[in-house]
């Protein structure tokens, strides 16, 4: 995989989705009882890697809702986030500039979820300066929030316990196993095989330094951020992947993605600017690096899941991105 294809990758990917017209019929008579209007059009929502349905729709009223719709015909594991954003929506302060939940709805099968509709747009991407300072800027804030009381959030370490094994499961594998991921990621690939030993033992500590008592977005990219120009204002949005952790891990787990998506610097660099990091020593965020890029390496040699054909290389791509800030930092 070239540069520049790893430049490229990113801006296609997504789980395949559903368009109004391909729900079922009493889905969709759910979705306009729980809005309290007919729906007159559609927008859909052209980035992430969630399957299912996930629209602005517009009413007859004329109000605009958000509405994720999803079911296991689409992925086994989506109707489980659906459930665990409602989770978070529940644990959100109202500092955190986050979509509001207005309401959802689960039958079991269909779980539906319904947002204030927020305006916007996502990052140019390369990124530019301009847009990379106020997502970073709202990552400081966020590293100063905690869930509202009562809330059931995970805990950072307990979410990631199966995820951060990825190089102890490459330590286990067949050679022929090993070389297949490693030939997924490229040049950094065969670094991490060079080191693996260094890798695992880094891994090991993975989770005790993602502990903390921060509210943790989880899943910070490109495509889960909206920049509102008119009040220079950022949305975070989809937080099914939401804990209570390190306030630094959304800043550190974010930067490989802009790395790979370019324009914007080095990591290493954004990283040491910002607040969030400022007592940050380098073992931990080796071992937090160690814990996502292992994450991301194994997870790309598997197969790909059902609706979300291109997850495994962008996958591939985020774990070479992060094993490049990793490698500089050995």
């Known amino acids: 995989m070239s540069a520049d294809d790893v430049m490229a990758l990113p801006l296609a990917f997504g789980g395949q989705r559903l368009d109004w017209r391909d729900l079922p019929r009493a ?13 007159t059009a559609e927008m859909s929502a052209t980035s992430g890697f969630s399957p299912g349905f996930c629209a602005v729709l517009e009413l007859t009223d004329g109000r605009a809702v958000f509405v994720k719709a999803v079911s296991s015909d689409q992925n086994p594991h989506s109707p489980q986030l659906a459930r665990a954003e409602i989770r978070a929506s529940r644990a959100l302060p109202p500092q955190v500039p986050a979509p509001a939940l ?4 689960d ?22 300066a301009d847009d990379l300072a106020l997502v970073l800027s709202a990552l400081d804030d966020l590293a100063h929030c905690e869930p ?18 990825g190089w102890r499961s490459m330590l286990q594998a067949t050679p022929a196993q090993r070389e297949h991921v490693a030939s997924r990621i490229d040049e950094p690939g065969r670094w991490a095989l060079e080191h693996l030993d260094d890798l695992v033992r880094w891994e090991q500590d993975s989770l005790r330094v993602c502990a903390g008592d921060a509210l943790v977005h989880g899943d910070l ?3 889960n951020v909206m920049i509102e120009e008119t009040h220079d204002r950022v949305w975070l949005i989809d937080w099914p992947h939401a804990s209570v952790g390190a306030p630094w891990i959304d800043l550190a787990f974010m930067l490989p993605s802009v790395a790979l998506q370019g324009g914007a610097g080095d990591p290493a ?41 291109n997850l495994r290389a962008f996958q ?7 094993l490049r ?3 500089d930092l050995s």
């Open 27 to 39: 889905v969709r008579q759910r979705i306009e009882s729980l809005a309290g209007a007919r729906v």
């Open 148 to 165: 509202v009381a009562g809330h059931d959030l995970p805990r950072t370490e307990d979410l990631l316990a199966e995820d951060f094994t």
């Open 107 to 128: 039958d079991g099968d269909w779980v539906l979820l319904g947002f204030d509709a927020v305006h916007g747009r996502s990052p140019a991407l390369p990124w530019r």
């Open 316 to 322: 591939a791509a985020q774990a070479g991105a992060t």
């Open 102 to 105: 207005r309401w959802w709805d």
């Open 325 to 327: 800030w990793l490698r």
């Open 269 to 309: 660099l954004l990283f040491s600017q910002r607040q969030a990091s400022q007592d940050v020593g380098i073992d931990d965020l080796r071992a937090a690096l160690a814990g996502l890029a292992g994450y991301f390496a194994w997870s790309s040699g598997q197969p790909a899941p059902p609706g979300i054909p």
């Open 221 to 223: 990219r490109a495509d």
